[in-house]
């Protein structure tokens, strides 16, 4: 069971270079999400998508755009990388609910650089 | 913003000890959630308290949740070298989470 997979596992990006980083999961889970981890920072929510056919944005959405292109899927792309979105990007997923009393599944994440 | 935010930042120990990390936040959530990172990888879910539970314990982890003031704590019994990681509470509230700084804890052999 591969649960939440993340690719490209590395990527060096120059600025104004555009790309799309991929996440799939195989646990039929309803709800997935990008974020971005930065030192010191934690974690932080770009976009979630609560169910297949729906995007919101998180706290830092600015410089992203989503697609959740079916249940498994749900793709982040940067039209214009910008040297700021150098980050390690994290995609997990969960069952759904609007409650959410369920754990994320989370993949190893994207180490993205960009100079 | 309800982000968590966790005490200590650090903290050291000697395998066999126990370790207590503190969590605040700061709004109305419907569970708290404690996830470890090891080096390199992604968060793994280390167990979920709901807004309506005070004590929940998985293995050698037990977590509490005071609602009044807004707390919580991940007690580690007996801790490993292998427990050596980072550790982050994450506040959840409509299908939500939001992450703190997180805790990293060294287990010394």
């Known amino acids: 069971n591969a649960g939440v997979t993340q690719t490209p596992k590395f990527q060096v990006l120059k600025t104004g270079q555009s790309m799309t980083l991929q996440c799939a999961q195989d646990?039929?889970?309803?709800?997935m999400y990008w974020y971005r981890q930065d030192p010191g920072m934690g974690l932080r929510l770009i976009y979630y998508?609560?169910?297949?056919?729906?995007?919101d944005k998180g706290e830092v959405p600015n410089g992203y755009n989503v697609s959740r292109l079916n249940k498994r899927e749900f793709s982040l792309r940067l039209e214009s990388a910008a040297p700021s979105q150098t980050s390690v990007y994290f995609c997990?997923?969960?069952?759904?609910?609007?409650?959410?009393?369920?754990?994320?599944?989370f993949g190893d994440g994207t180490r993205l650089s960009i100079l | 913003s309800q982000q968590g935010e966790e005490d200590p930042q650090a903290l050291s120990i000697q395998e066999g000890e126990n370790a207590t990390m503190n969590c605040s936040y700061k709004?109305?959530?419907?569970?708290l959630q404690w996830y470890r990172q090891n080096s390199g990888r992604g968060l793994v879910h280390l167990i979920l308290?709901?807004?309506?539970?005070r004590e929940k314990h998985s293995g050698r982890l037990r977590v509490t949740l005071d609602t009044s003031k807004k707390s919580s704590s991940l007690l580690i019994t007996a801790s490993r070298a292998a427990d050596t990681a980072s550790y982050f509470c994450?506040?959840?509230?409509?299908?939500?989470?939001?992450f703190g700084k997180g805790i990293t804890l060294s287990v010394r052999p």
């Open positions: 994450a506040p959840g509230a409509n299908s939500k989470l939001t």
């Open positions: 709004t109305s959530i419907n569970n």
């Open positions: 308290i709901r807004s309506n539970e």
């Open positions: 998508s609560a169910s297949e056919g729906t995007t």
């Open positions: 997990a997923s969960r069952m759904g609910g609007a409650i959410g009393n369920q754990p994320q599944h």
């Open positions: 646990m039929n889970h309803n709800s």
